[in-house]
């Protein structure tokens, strides 16, 4: 189902979360090859290059 305004409509279907800047290192390192992986499948799943 897609919500609207007067001009547009979107669906959202991601929850994008940025973390502050003294936590990032933290849980960056420790996830960085699964976070990467994970944004590579679905780039290539939605045809993104």
């Known amino acids: 189902m ?4 007067a ?7 991601y929850h994008i979360v940025f973390t502050p800047k003294y936590r990032r290192k ?3 390192y420790e996830l960085r090859a699964d976070i990467q992986k994970i944004i590579k499948d679905l780039c290539k799943w939605k ?3």
């Open 47 to 49: 045809g993104v290059e």
């Open 26 to 28: 933290i849980i960056y």
């Open 7 to 13: 001009h547009t409509k979107w669906v959202c279907k």
């Open 2 to 5: 897609a919500n609207s305004l």
